[in-house]
């Protein structure tokens, strides 16, 4: 018989072998939870190893995603295909065990870790989505969607201001089935945190309206047992369980120190801790009566079969619900979206109506959201400003079923949550703020692109043309910021026409953000052929051409493209031949072959002029480095719109003049 203690050792062991082995890694907090993490994964964790995706299971946050070994010393104990020479290679090139966990990269990941209090909020995140899908899905009987989100989290991520945000809205939103595990070893990088985080942990998650469970033994696996059932048992609030633990538990002298927290504890430690855990096995030994008792895939098989002869019988009396249910987790887009979401578009090129695009925006989700009720939307606190909600919205707050989260004051928090809701699967998240607070949510925005998550960024009140809330909200350098971020494609479209094909574009992806950039105020609707119509979703277009060979390109984009498209046809009057080229999406365009782009944006036209109320120097890789940018070299000022737009040369007489000027030289 193996003693839960030893099985919490295999973890132990496991993970510190693997950190000496690469020479680096974080073996203090494998060996201070292995105890949580066993009796969570042995009598809790509803989860099959042979089907890592089986979309009924519980979700495994490890927030602290520096204590990876911990993570992949379960996955590779309970039966995923993660095998002994994958742990050998630990933070090695091409390994399925990256330094922090990575989705996609290892089965049984859940979602990317490691800035630490992210993970926290993708779980809130897939706390929200179980809820919401299971209200609108299940029926009484017939609970398809019905698991928990459990997370692991130690004192960093309760010091980020992330776990602030994300937690007081889980509290307020009663996420009963989030349940988080505390690891209070008072030890950071630094050392001792009583220097630097002495909250009051307890009385802020109370605060939250968290159910607390304080003071717990985070090595008694008897009383961590009792704790997580009493945890489950409070339905209307999501659960914190503060384990008082020690870091590196188990080496006799590094244990309870910094020393164990990242860095190898070396082989003579190593060797010690052996001795001091009765651990009477050479390096990656596990035995095999310690597999068997770890082992879950019988139980995992058993778990998912029950769940498909449920869902069997839910489909028998319930065919509709079930079929929906089916194209949603499988990211199935309606077969009626093609003809609703062209026709739409037709319908907008024959409506002249000068609206701004943040308007443009909400026009398409009042037209879009209703065939496609996976779309789950949010802003900062912004929603009459972003024009995110549209008439059939429902909070979630409300109607549990809902499709629209009020998140407060949250842009760093909402979406990060959002990331959350996305990998859980069954919806599209969008969220919105002023695109100047694109600065708040920054990190969450580049791990989105990292995971290629399907999320939507809705970002309004784009550029100077806010006018009189000056610089503090005027973006200038956040969209070519965004545009070099890898996987996320970037839209600032001009009308309402490139407004809706954004959209159609954003939703039909079928991986990775997409952020669209929305002015505040009106713009002007631009005639098109067919085929210009059409060219729209190539990222880049031709939407005015002179007859005669080429003198001059301009390429633009947003509410500059009035500007210059009335600056190419003076010039052609003054016997110039021009092009403008609307360009809503870079990203979209670069991904073109080259005989598109060269159709486009000939190389054989020296002359080519970029203008962009945004910081022009991203401009350069489409005009040459001879080539000329009208664009911010400066932040704004606070003033009116066309006050603001005359002061940095956004017109069209100083278009006309400067592409002479260039022209000539």
Known sequence: MCSRKELANAIRMLSIDSVQNAKSGHPGMPMGMADIAEVLWRDFLKHNPKNPNWYNRDRFILSNGHGSMLLYSLLHLTGYNLSIEELKNFRQLHS???????????????????????????????????????????????????????????????????????????????????????????????????????????????????????????????IINKSIKIAQS????????????IIGFGSPNKSGTS????????????????????????????????????????????????????????????????????????????????KITNNYIHFLQN????????????????????????????????????????????????????????????????????????????????????????????????????MNTKHIFVYTHDSIGLGEDGPTHQPIEQIASLRMTPNIDVWRPSDQVETAVAWKHAIEKKSGPTALILSRQNLPQFSRNSKTLNNISYGGYILYDSDKPLDIIFISTGSELYITLMAAKKLTCLGYSTRVVSMPSTNVFDRQDSTYKQSVLPSYVIKKVAIEASIEDFWYKYVGINGLIIGMKTFGASAPAEDLFKKFGFTIDNVVKKSIIFLQS
Request: hydrophobic residues 35%; contains cysteine.
């Open 96 to 222: 399925k065990t990256p330094g922090h966990p990575e989705i996609g990269e290892t089965p049984g990941v859940e979602i990317t870790t490691g800035p630490l209090g992210q993970g926290l909020a993708n779980a809130v995140g897939m706390a929200i989505a179980e809820r919401t899908l299971s209200a609108y899905f299940n029926r009484t009987g017939y609970n398809i969607i019905d698991h928990y989100t459990w997370v692991f989290l130690g004192d960093g991520c309760l010091m980020e201001g992330i776990s602030h945000e994300v937690c007081s809205l889980a509290g307020t939103l009663n996420l009963g089935k989030l349940i988080i595990f505390y690891d209070k070893n008072g030890i950071s990088i630094d050392g001792k945190v009583s220097n630097w985080f002495t909250d009051d942990t307890a009385k802020r998650f109370e605060a939250y309206n968290w159910h607390v469970i304080d003071n717990i033994d985070g090595h008694n696996a008897n």
């Open 234 to 245: 409070v339905k209307n609030k999501p659960s914190i369980i503060i384990c008082n633990t």
């Open 259 to 338: 020393e164990s927290h990242g860095a190898p504890l070396g082989e003579m430690e190593i060797s010690l801790t052996r001795e001091h855990l009765n651990w009477n096995y050479s390096s990656f030994k596990i035995p095999d009566k310690i597999y068997k008792k770890w082992n879950y895939i019988k139980k995992g098989l058993e778990l998912e079969k029950q769940w498909n002869e449920l869902f069997a019988l839910y489909q028998s009396k319930y065919p509709d619900l079930s079929s929906e249910y089916l194209r949603r987790i499988n990211q199935k887009l309606p077969h009626n979206w093609n």
């Open 351 to 450: 409506n002249k109506k000068n609206i701004a695009s943040r308007q443009a925006s909400q026009n398409t989700l009042e037209k879009y959201a209703n065939i496609l009720p996976e779309l789950i939307g949010g802003s900062a606190d912004l929603s009459p400003s972003n024009l995110t909600m549209w008439s059939n919205c429902n909070s979630i707050k409300d109607n549990l079923s809902g499709n629209y989260i009020h998140y407060g004051v949250r842009e760093f928090g909402m979406t990060a949550i959002a990331n959350g809701i996305a990998h859980h699967g069954g919806f599209i998240p969008y969220t919105a703020t002023f695109l100047i607070f694109v600065e708040y949510a920054r990190n969450a925005v580049r791990m989105a692109a990292l």
